[in-house]
């Protein structure tokens, strides 16, 4: 019920985004950016736990995770973005246009993650972010493993 | 004085970053693909206020950039980050980084009107999100105009 709900959410963004008309290399170059801002966000506040930690700075990272993660950056993925080249050639398998449940599922739960990384950031407590931080990295694996293509 | 609390901030946040021992190259790629993600949800902003407009998608991307713009990333811009190559070879002048003053007005400047952009958004006014796209954009513009090399 609740993917289906979201493939509903997915495909209206991505009609919006069309419309828009988006090239190809734009989208792919878009979502390669916004990833890779994620993971200098996820550097940070590892940095921070492993390290001095610093409550701002974690809560910085964090909120930039979740404004991203609830962009509906899934309608970057345009049909006919399964292959090109935004910064690079894109990595995604094509099972991410074709396994609509296994997206939902995935993205849901990346979702979860990091708008409670955003909670537990605000709270300051540093072994509960180190906690949240495994959880989060977690739902960044499970999809990278199943939709992203290894270099 | 503004300015001054803003360059100890920069100054602070540097450190921060210089312990946690960011590879150069990591500092340029983190900061063009957080620039590119401002730049993709500038493009949303504005294919709504031409187009059909959407409030809940303008509120996800002025969201994105608030949370970015609040991210310290002026962090990023290590020293010995004057030349070097991320995504693509930086584009940064030299006057970044001996230019404290004028750096930190245009960093406040667009901070304002980006953190405005998020309230503007929330109303769901479309004249006024075009009007304040228009000011954030001026922001995006006076620093690249000084700090930016032309390609």
Redesign the interface.
């Known amino acids: 019920m609740k993917s289906k709900l979201l493939l509903a959410l997915l495909a209206a963004?991505l009609a919006?985004t069309v419309?828009?008309q988006?090239k190809p290399e734009?989208a792919i170059?878009?979502r390669?950016?916004?990833y890779?801002?994620m993971?200098?966000?996820m550097?940070?506040i590892k940095?921070n736990v492993e390290?001095?930690y610093?409550k701002d700075?974690v809560i910085?990272?964090a909120?930039?995770i979740?404004?991203?993660a609830?962009?509906?950056m899934g309608a970057?993925y345009l049909p006919g973005t399964d292959k090109g080249t935004g910064?690079?050639p894109t990595r995604v398998k094509p099972e991410l246009f074709t396994n609509a449940e296994g997206v939902g599922k995935v993205a849901m739960a990346f979702n979860k993650e990091a708008n409670e990384m955003a909670k537990v950031a605000a709270t300051g407590d540093a072994a509960a972010v180190k906690a949240q931080m495994g959880k989060l990295g977690g739902t960044c694996k499970g999809c990278h493993d199943d939709f992203k293509a290894k270099k």
Chains 1, 2 share one sequence.
């Open positions: 963004s919006t419309t828009a988006v734009d170059k878009w390669q950016s916004a890779t801002t993971g200098w966000s550097a940070r940095a390290g001095t610093n700075d910085k990272a909120n930039v979740q404004a991203i609830n962009s509906g970057l910064w690079e």
